[in-house]
Every structure is written in structure tokens, then in C-alpha cells.
T-cell receptor, first 112, second 116 residues
Framework: KQEVTQIPAALSVPEGENLVLNCSFT??????LQWFRQDPGKGLTSLLL?????REQTSGRLNASLDKSSGRSTLYIAASQPGDSATYLC???????????FGSGTQLTVLP | DAGVIQSPRHEVTEMGQEVTLRCKPI?????LFWYRQTMMRGLELLIY????????DSGMPEDRFSAKMPNASFSTLKIQPSEPRDSAVYFC??????????????FGPGTRLTVL
């Protein structure tokens, strides 16, 4: 059974800092990995989708990398801003059920 | 595009009552997913439809839960009778692709259900 872990559970940084969020998964036979952002009381916003054949994906200040063989992904946020404060979730597509398996998220706070 | 639409946004009901949650997927998407989010268990898939047909309902917790997708633009998740442990945020998501695809999923704003 696929399990997804995100470390740290919470992170607080000053504005302007570059930061890395980590995601690991137990079964490396994934099809793709998706990073989401969730604001309090809101739904999930898709940030990046990285296919299993890709090493990284970039969108603006965000860069996601994937090392499928080691079961790891990182989300790099450059020049963090208070508006980046949210919970970041990673999820992997694997198995025959076509479902996303989610990590428990990293709650990010960017201090002005 | 309006994105995935869910209603109601909040629902408070008493134990034993029937609850119906509604979802309109993004136009053109042919896969629809119902998820539940709780503090204890995080996000869990309940059921997945492709081309209006239920493909995987192994995540549905018990017979009190049922889901339908009568057409490509509408789905319901029903709980009857509801129990306090059903209190959670229920998300609907949609994507485009055939049954064998693993495409990007787009989520609705969720329905926060409280069962007293």
C-alpha cells in the first residue's frame, strides 16, 4: 500500500527566504506526483504535476523535483512571500485504483 | 471556467438525517472523484467515476454512503443515515482522460459537514 510522508509538518520562515518542502513515498512505481496548496477553509489548488519520466517542473517561483527511484520529491519556493502561507500537500498517482494518495501536508508560514 | 462547483459549502445536520452533497465537474472532464478530509486521516478517496460509471468505490466507508453520477455534469454523494463520525470536509475533483489515465485533478472548494 502506498504511503506518502511530508516533512516537516510545519515550517515558519521570514519573508524573502528560499525554502524546500519534502515529500517521500514508499512505492516508487508511480505514474506522476502532484503538488497542491490548501488555504484555511478552502479547497486544493493544483500547483505542479510532474510525470514519472520527468525530473522537474517549474512554475514561476516554484520548482518541483522528482527522484522516483529513491521515492522522493521536493518543492522549492524561491523568495517566499507572506501570500505563500498555506498548507502544501503532495500526492502520488500509483496502483490500479487510479487514485491519488496524499501526504499529511506541510503548514508553511511566511513572516513579513 | 468556473472550476469544480460544490454545494452546499456548509451543512449542519442531526444524527440520523439524510445528507446529500452535490458536485458539478469542470466542463469537458470525464473523471470525477469524491474525497473526504479529516484531521485524523487526512485526504482519502471515497469513489471514482469515469464517463459517469463508478470505477472504484473501495473507499466508501460503509453502506450508509452512496454516490451517483446521472450525467457528465452532475454527481451526488449521499449519506443516510448520517452519524457524528461522518463530520468532515468532502471534496469533489475532476480530470480529463480515459480509464487508464492519471491526469491532473482539479478540486472544488469542498463541503464542510457537521453531524450533531
Amino acid at each position: 500500500k502506498q504511503e506518502v510522508t511530508q516533512i516537516p509538518a510545519a515550517l515558519s520562515v521570514p519573508e524573502g527566504e528560499n525554502l524546500v518542502l519534502n515529500c517521500s513515498f514508499t512505492d516508487s512505481a508511480i505514474y506522476n506526483l502532484q503538488w497542491f496548496r490548501q488555504d484555511p477553509g478552502k479547497g486544493l489548488t493544483s500547483l505542479l504535476l510532474i510525470q514519472s519520466s520527468q525530473r522537474e517542473q517549474t512554475s514561476g517561483r516554484l520548482n518541483a523535483s522528482l527522484d522516483k527511484s529513491s521515492g522522493r520529491s521536493t518543492l522549492y519556493i524561491a523568495a517566499s512571500q507572506p501570500g505563500d502561507s498555506a498548507t502544501y500537500l503532495c500526492a502520488v498517482h500509483s496502483g490500479s485504483a487510479r487514485q491519488l494518495t496524499f501526504g499529511s501536508g506541510t503548514q508553511l508560514t511566511v513572516l513579513p | 471556467d468556473a472550476g469544480v462547483i460544490q454545494s452546499p459549502r456548509h451543512e449542519v445536520t442531526e444524527m440520523g438525517q439524510e445528507v446529500t452533497l452535490r458536485c458539478k465537474p469542470i466542463s469537458g472532464h470525464n473523471s470525477l472523484f469524491w474525497y473526504r478530509q479529516t484531521m485524523m486521516r487526512g485526504l482519502e478517496l471515497l469513489i471514482y467515476f469515469n464517463n459517469n460509471v463508478p470505477i472504484d468505490d473501495s473507499g466508501m466507508p460503509e453502506d450508509r454512503f452512496s454516490a451517483k453520477m446521472p450525467n457528465a455534469s452532475f454527481s451526488t454523494l449521499k449519506i443516510q443515515p448520517s452519524e457524528p463520525r461522518d463530520s468532515a470536509v468532502y471534496f469533489c475533483a475532476s480530470s480529463f482522460g480515459d480509464r487508464g489515465s492519471y491526469n491532473e485533478q482539479f478540486f472544488g472548494p469542498g463541503t464542510r459537514l457537521t453531524v450533531l
